[in-house]
């Protein structure tokens, strides 16, 4: 007969088997599904480039919440974070880069301006963020790792700068990451933009792949604002204001604080008054109310384009909702920069996370229209001592325009219009044009655009050498404009003249002469000018940029594929009248007045002798 088991046996047994049951249901329970927000409070720690050291805690930048949620949705592919500095935005990159490494391995790319600065951010951020997070430093393998390819269990993390093209064309990648995307260079005539050329690599990954973009933004024209405005949903953190409950968006235009430069008050003194004043209630916000309004702010959906779920979101959030800023702080830097227009743009850009424009030469297709004379088209104004002509060449067509000329560089466009070739500009530019008492004037000098089928602009100058000049924008130079030769021995043109043209000065002096009231030494055009013509000529601006940390102003379109093509006439027709001595026009007008003053000064003399005579 089997005795029974002790009692300490049964015991040992149900300890066993509970031991037992607790590591099967470990094994086989489903994985936690963590948020990209919940792994980072869970386990990302600070390092000594934060503001804060420690643990991750969403409270602090509640906003970057739903912007790092927003990786895990399903239908969502492309996140764009446009955005002011110091607003977190790198954390939230690699917040979700961790996220990826644990939870969802694949092979992961991040792209920066550089190669320089892809090694120095690899060795003093991403290096100490996977060996400081404990989660992934048990994943991390350094030994077989390389400065720019990262290696780790399941996945591996290349870093690559956007100015070595050839690297970003040779690996699948399922995670995309760009930081500073605006600092990147563009298309070149060779090759796709480097932003084109690293989507490339996420194809493989057709309905998986996830492409984030982090960046301040710079022009209306580059990657970040263009991605911004394309994207199926732009979403906004709204925030409730703690007097009427109503949902709002912090914007600069409602930041009050004095702006009166006659008072005493130094640009501290008057910053210091700012207040946050709600649209909607009128009441006053201030420093203290901003961290619970953020802890209840959420993203919402604005300028929806796509009829089902959004698969490319855009977040866009300015330096008001920063922790780390007062009202003050931004006011002062305002404050600080409202003068200096190099200072102002940092300020539009990376406070207000908005593309600049420059005011200064600001042009518009209103103020053209405004520069209308009364005089009809193709009738040279009474006061107009010489024409001049621009061609701009196209594929399939010329664009022209004739300009008339006076004294103090006053000019009107008498005409203007397209032309299906060269040969049919030849004749416009051939006809006399009359002012209004018959007597006429031909066109002197037109420079015609060589920049694109060089050769037939050539052999066309070549056979109306009287009245044409191939002409060739150039990099700034010291005088507005420069006689070249043509140096093809093969061509038909050779030995001629070749004009090179600084055409951003030559935009300059249109821009600020159009702000000019009609009348001497303004930019004007003729009665009946058509918005076509408006809309091209001031399809251009002027900004900062700044390329492989050196910057330097250009004029650029204001928005991608605008047709210029006008103003470019315009330019060489400028160009034209600085050759045929417009600037020197005001000489001519002098002569006639010293011949008077001679005149008169010997009638002056005979009057004398006379009136000695007549006194004697």
């Known amino acids: 007969m089997n005795e029974m088991p002790s009692i300490e046996k049964q015991r040992s047994r149900k300890r066993t088997r509970r031991i037992f049951m607790d590591i099967l249901h470990k094994t086989l329970r489903p994985p936690e599904k963590l948020t990209v927000s919940q792994w980072a409070e869970r386990y990302r720690v600070l390092g000594e480039s934060s503001n804060f050291k420690g643990r991750w805690n969403n409270t602090v930048t509640p906003y970057l919440v739903g912007i790092m949620d927003a990786f895990q949705d399903p239908y969502i592919q492309e996140i764009n974070f446009?955005?002011?500095?110091?607003?977190?935005?790198?954390?939230?990159?690699?917040?979700?880069?961790?996220?990826?490494?644990?939870?969802?391995?694949?092979?992961?790319?991040?792209?920066?301006?550089?190669?320089d600065l892809a090694k120095?951010?690899?060795?003093?951020?991403?290096?100490?963020?996977?060996?400081?997070?404990?989660?992934?430093?048990?994943?991390?393998?350094?030994?077989?790792?390389k400065e720019l390819e990262l290696r780790l269990d399941g996945m591996t993390i290349y870093l690559r700068g956007s100015n070595s093209p050839s690297k970003l064309a040779s690996i699948p990648v399922k995670y995309l990451f760009f930081d500073e995307t605006d600092k990147m260079e563009g298309a070149t005539k060779k090759e796709a933009s480097p932003y084109s050329l690293a989507r490339e690599r996420t194809r493989t990954y057709a309905n998986s792949k996830k492409i984030v973009t982090i960046s301040t933004p710079t022009l209306k024209t580059n990657y970040t604002w263009t991605i911004h405005e394309n994207a199926d949903e732009q979403r906004r953190f709204f925030v409730p204001c703690p007097h009427c409950g109503k949902e709002i968006l912090f914007v600069f235009s409602q930041l009050k604080f004095d702006k009166d430069e006659k008072k005493e008050?130094?640009?501290?003194?008057?910053?210091?008054?700012?207040?946050?004043?709600?649209?909607?209630?009128?009441?006053?916000?201030?420093?203290?109310?901003?961290?619970?309004?953020?802890?209840?702010?959420?993203?919402?959906?604005?300028?929806?384009?796509?009829?089902?779920?959004?698969?490319?979101?855009?977040?866009?959030?300015?330096?008001?909702?920063?922790?780390?800023?007062?009202?003050?702080?931004?006011?002062?830097?305002?404050?600080?920069?409202?003068?200096?227009?190099?200072?102002?743009q940092n300020f539009v850009n990376s406070w207000l996370a908005e593309p600049w424009e420059d005011t200064r030469l600001k042009t518009s297709s209103e103020l053209v229209l405004e520069c209308q004379t009364d005089t009809e088209e193709f009738i040279v104004p009474d006061w107009a001592e010489l024409l001049t002509g621009g061609i701009d060449v196209q594929e399939n067509c010329v664009y022209w325009t004739i300009r008339a000329w006076g004294t103090s560089m006053t000019s009107q466009n008498i005409c203007h219009g397209q032309a299906i070739g060269l040969e049919e500009a030849e004749d416009i530019m051939n006809l006399t044009y009359r002012k209004a008492d018959g007597s006429g004037l031909l066109v002197s000098l037109a420079l015609i655009d060589s920049g694109d089928q060089t050769e037939m602009v050539y052999d066309f100058c070549?056979?109306?050498?009287?009245?044409?000049?191939?002409?060739?924008?150039?990099?700034?130079?010291g005088s507005h404009f420069r006689i070249s030769k043509i140096n093809r021995a093969d061509s038909k043109a050779y030995g001629?003249?070749?004009?090179?043209i600084d055409v951003g000065k030559y935009k300059d002096a249109i821009a600020a002469r159009m702000q000019r009231k009609s009348g001497k030494g303004a930019w004007m055009v003729h009665k009946d000018c058509d918005m076509e013509y408006a809309n091209q000529v001031t399809?251009?601006?002027?900004?900062?940029?700044?390329?492989?940390?050196?910057?330097?102003?250009?004029?650029?379109?204001?928005?991608?594929?605008?047709?210029?093509?006008?103003?470019?006439?315009?330019?060489?027709?400028?160009?034209?009248?600085?050759?045929?001595?417009?600037?020197?026009?005001f000489l001519r007008e002098m002569e006639p007045k010293e011949e008077t003053q001679k005149e008169k000064t010997e009638e002056e003399s005979g009057w004398l002798q006379t009136g000695g005579n007549w006194l004697g």
């Open 120 to 145: 120095t951010v690899s060795k003093s951020r991403i290096r100490p963020f996977l060996e400081k997070t404990q989660a992934i430093a048990e994943r991390y393998r350094p030994k077989a790792s």
């Open 496 to 500: 001629m003249n070749l004009v090179l």
């Open 462 to 477: 070549a056979r109306n050498s009287e009245w044409a000049l191939p002409a060739k924008g150039s990099a700034a130079m």
């Open 265 to 344: 008050m130094g640009v501290r003194e008057r910053a210091a008054t700012a207040v946050y004043i709600c649209p909607e209630c009128g009441g006053k916000i201030t420093d203290k109310d901003k961290y619970s309004m953020l802890q209840k702010g959420q993203w919402k959906a604005e300028n929806k384009k796509c009829a089902g779920r959004a698969k490319s979101v855009s977040f866009w959030l300015n330096a008001l909702y920063s922790r780390f800023l007062t009202w003050a702080d931004i006011a002062e830097e305002f404050l600080a920069s409202k003068d200096d227009p190099e200072r102002l």
């Open 82 to 115: 446009c955005k002011s500095t110091q607003v977190g935005g790198t954390e939230a990159m690699l917040n979700m880069l961790g996220w990826c490494i644990t939870e969802s391995p694949a092979t992961a790319m991040i792209v920066y301006p550089s190669d």
């Open 539 to 585: 399809a251009e601006h002027k900004v900062t940029e700044r390329r492989a940390g050196k910057k330097r102003v250009i004029w650029t379109l204001k928005t991608s594929h605008a047709a210029n093509h006008y103003l470019d006439t315009e330019v060489y027709a400028f160009a034209a009248a600085d050759i045929m001595g417009v600037r020197q026009m």
